[in-house]
């Protein structure tokens, strides 16, 4: 099974600023990788999709890259709306990373 | 409109069974790959089953030998029943399309409640 990492657990920012999350693959998983916003109470959200494409209707702000083992998802300029938790998926879910205002 | 919509959740005891239901508006479910995922209170996205468009079926070790996957194809529907179940299977369930196309599961439902519990 594959073990999907994501650092940091949380991330304090201010709107305005750049934001950097990673996700690390305990094997190789080629471009094979998903990225998911959800907010409380929601459903997630399907951001990016084969590591570096962005869903439909997802502002051009949200970027992935990577591949093999390690990935990331920026945030180039965080809007208020940002603010939420972001998990990468394979099979499996990584642990999730909680994006909240500084 | 895409939408899936999942009822069945509520409160059981532990041991007990339920049957979860996921119909879907605007696509064929028997043409995707659908999945259940389910987030325990306060804890992240866990992965729960997934059966393919051909009909395989495939489980977390965690629910394995007690939960099932299964879709009627008439009703546009996908269910999980889930027997046996302990406090740890407390959590929102939701169903989701696992687009292949994509590699991502691009339509969720909105989810719904399970509470295992004496």
């Known amino acids: 099974e594959i073990v999907l990492t994501q650092s940091p657990a949380t991330l304090s920012l201010s709107p305005g600023e750049r934001a950097t999350l990673s996700c690390r693959a305990s094997q190789s998983v080629s471009s094979y990788l998903a990225w998911y916003q959800q907010k409380p109470g929601q459903a997630p959200r399907l951001l990016i999709y084969?590591?570096?494409n962005r869903a439909t209707g997802i502002p051009a702000r949200f970027s992935g890259s990577g591949s093999g083992t390690d990935f990331t998802l920026t945030i180039s300029s965080l809007e208020p709306e940002d603010f939420a938790v972001y998990y990468c998926q394979q099979s499996t879910f990584g642990q999730g990373t909680r994006l909240e205002i500084k | 409109e895409v939408q899936l919509v999942e009822s069945g959740g509520g409160l059981v005891q532990p041991g007990g069974s339920l049957r979860l239901s996921c119909a879907a508006s605007?696509?064929?479910?028997?043409?995707?790959?659908m999945s259940w995922v389910r987030q325990a209170p306060g804890k992240g996205l866990e992965w729960v089953s997934v059966i393919y468009s051909g009909g395989s079926t495939y489980y977390a070790d965690s629910v394995k030998g007690r939960f099932t996957i299964s879709r009627d194809n008439s009703k546009n529907t996908l269910y999980l029943q889930m027997n046996s179940l302990r406090a740890e299977d407390t959590a929102v369930y939701y169903c989701a399309r696992d687009n292949v196309l994509l590699g991502g599961m691009d339509v969720w439902g909105q989810g719904t409640t399970v509470t295992v519990s004496s």
């Open positions: 605007g696509f064929t479910v028997s043409s995707n790959y």
């Open positions: 084969d590591a570096s």
